[in-house]
């Protein structure tokens, strides 16, 4: 498994191997975690490498009557969840820049045509909204409002942008929660020449200068998603669920 960075692996750990640990197992763990958030009160995060970790609040703990349990496991527990009614999201594969890969993407120098973009285009990413489908909107979440935003142009014309906003959701220490959540977005005539590419590189340097690290993420069963992370020099950090937020 690539290795990652300090900042990427504390802000998983904070969340995963940071409280009462009811499975000491390597390859397998499971904590009680009082300082998640109630939407993150039971979350699954399986490792690239295999290693699968879990995270619950106490009140989950309980209602599932862990304690009780013989052997805890992975497929125990989520018997336990139907049991309980309890139901997990679709998982989210989860990419990131590996130390080596960070290095490389600092020194590359900035591809034509993609930039920043500012209130100043907001003409232009009105007309590229308008270019592309309701469900490709609210797949990528590209906002012109977000704490950044890149675009790549062909003459005036925006074909493709990025934006991304900073994601602690699973971590309180201002230390641990700097990453920066990306969704990224090409309109449908302009896709396989390589935009979303460059505009993912370009946006996750800006991202390392203002002291943040990339995060990507995509539904599992999103296959041209994952090849563009690939495609794009990000690694595979695991599979993420989390409880739904409808359950009690």
């Known amino acids: ?35 998640l958030g109630e939407d993150r009160r039971l979350m699954i ?16 703990a309980e209602q599932l009557e862990l304690a009780r349990l013989p052997g805890l496991s992975e497929p125990l527990l989520r018997q336990e969840l139907s049991e309980h009614h309890l139901q997990l999201h679709g998982a989210d594969l989860v990419f990131h820049f590996s130390e080596a890969d960070q290095h490389s993407l600092q020194l590359e120098q900035p591809a034509p045509g993609v930039r920043l973009l500012t209130a100043a285009d907001a003409a232009a990413f009105a007309e590229f909204q308008a270019s592309a489908s309701e469900q490709d909107l609210d797949d990528a979440y590209v906002e012109l409002d977000h704490w950044a935003v890149l675009g790549a142009f062909e003459g005036e014309r925006l074909v493709c942008a990025a934006s991304m906003y900073p994601w602690d959701d699973a971590a309180d220490d201002e230390e641990q929660s700097k990453i920066a959540d990306v969704g990224v977005l090409t309109l449908p005539s302009d896709r396989g020449r390589g935009h979303a590419r460059r505009v993912i590189r370009a ?44 359950q009690d």
């Not at 504390?10 to 197992?25: K, N, P, T």
């Not at 041209?224 to 937020?245: M, Q």
């Open 1 to 35: 498994m690539p290795l990652f960075s300090p900042t990427i692996q504390a802000f998983w750990h904070a969340s995963f191997l940071a409280g009462e640990r009811l499975s000491q197992d390597e390859d397998f763990t499971v904590v009680v975690n009082p300082s």
């Open 45 to 60: 995060l399986r490792r690239a490498d295999g290693r699968v970790h879990i995270a619950l609040r106490p009140e989950v």
């Open 203 to 246: 946006i996750a340097r800006h991202a390392y200068e203002q002291g943040y690290e990339m995060q990507y993420r995509c539904q599992t069963d999103n296959a041209a998603s994952a090849a563009l992370a690939r495609a794009a020099g990000l690694s595979l950090f695991g599979s993420w669920e989390v409880l739904t937020a409808e």
